[in-house]
């Protein structure tokens, strides 16, 4: 094991994530103001269900955020997931068990190019993940000639809409993938070797931290994660597009960025980016209560990222 993924300490602080979850609140308590007559335990429920694709996608995007890269083939390989699932099961549960394999291996495959791309060709990773999203895009165009797939198998949407012990389905696995998630990147030596890339890769690269293998794994992780939510959104809408994806990749890195990650590497809790998602979730639940445009909706994530930005650059400008 190298000192620099011994040592290497995890990013500072729970005070942002914390301030992320108590603003989350607020815009709860919000929700009830501005529609009283709705049952809030119903409103939270609705929340944490949708909020299950962002939360699985803004994973991905963390860890390629990580290590300074980012990742703009999600929204593609979100609907291509749904795509493909929803072609392969043709509206029946028989091929389920090939077709989601399928379709997730396919999903970390197109992260697989990304990452080979930017570690072994040396492609800034926002040129390569564009690129490669137009790429797959297209292809999925020249497949599907856009049109709408027939509904899902009746299996997904049954876990999209069941309960267990009186909990809805999705926020059980909401809870669980979020477990996982934090116990990868901010309890795993693979999460802290990343964080030692992001920190610093020349130094990184000089006690012989394997940067190639994890930056190509990095980006297949956030394929797989791409898919694994453009597929529960197949079966939460018990249909599928092509675009389905595109609305889901802006508020990936709003989650990361607003949850305290850097944009150039190095620092971020998961836990961070969770109360991210969760936050982004009930400020769109607002904006539909409020039926705000959707141009609206885009300077509003817009300017959030920004704000963000700014809060994070503010203290190092104090240091000058």
């Known amino acids: 094991m190298s000192a620099i993924s011994l040592r290497q300490r995890l990013p500072e602080g729970l005070g942002i994530p914390l301030i992320v979850f ?6 709860v308590a919000v929700i009830k103001l501005i529609s009283p007559g709705s049952v809030l335990a119903q409103q939270i429920e609705a929340i944490l269900v949708t909020a299950i ?24 390989v979100m609907g291509l997931a749904g795509m493909m699932i929803s072609g392969l099961t043709n509206g029946a549960d028989a091929a389920l068990g090939w077709a989601v394999p399928a379709t997730l291996a396919s999903c970390a495959a197109i992260g697989v190019f990304n990452g080979l791309g930017i570690a072994l060709a040396g492609i800034p990773p926002f040129i390569m993940t564009l690129a490669s999203g137009s790429i797959f895009f297209g292809v999925g165009l020249g497949f599907t000639a856009g049109a709408a797939q027939r509904p899902v198998a009746p299996a997904l949407q049954k876990l999209m809409s069941g309960h267990f012990f009186g909990l809805p389905l999705p926020v059980l696995l909401l809870a669980a993938f979020a477990l996982a998630a934090m116990a990868f990147q901010n309890g795993s030596v693979e999460g802290r070797r990343l964080y030692a890339i992001g920190s610093n890769a020349k130094a990184a690269r000089i006690v012989g931290l394997p940067i190639y293998p994890l930056t190509v794994a990095v980006y297949g992780i956030s394929g797989l994660c791409a898919g694994i939510a ?3 959104l197949a079966g939460y809408a018990s249909a599928a597009t092509l675009d389905m994806g595109d609305p889901f990749l802006m508020p990936t890195i709003a989650a990361v960025v607003i949850g305290g990650a850097r944009v150039t590497g190095g620092r971020g809790l998961y836990l961070g980016t969770f109360a991210g998602a969760l936050f982004l979730s009930v400020l769109e639940t607002i904006i539909t209560v ?7 909706r885009d300077i509003i994530e817009g300017a959030i990222i920004v704000i963000a930005l700014l809060l994070q650059t503010a203290p190092a400008k104090k240091r000058y």
């Open 22 to 27: 108590a603003s989350t609140a607020f815009l």
């Open 53 to 76: 694709f962002l939360v699985i996608a803004s994973f991905g995007q963390g860890l390629a955020i990580l290590l300074g890269g980012i990742d703009l083939s999600i929204g593609v």
């Open 230 to 232: 453009g597929v529960l």
């Open 290 to 296: 409020l039926s705000l445009s959707q141009g609206l």
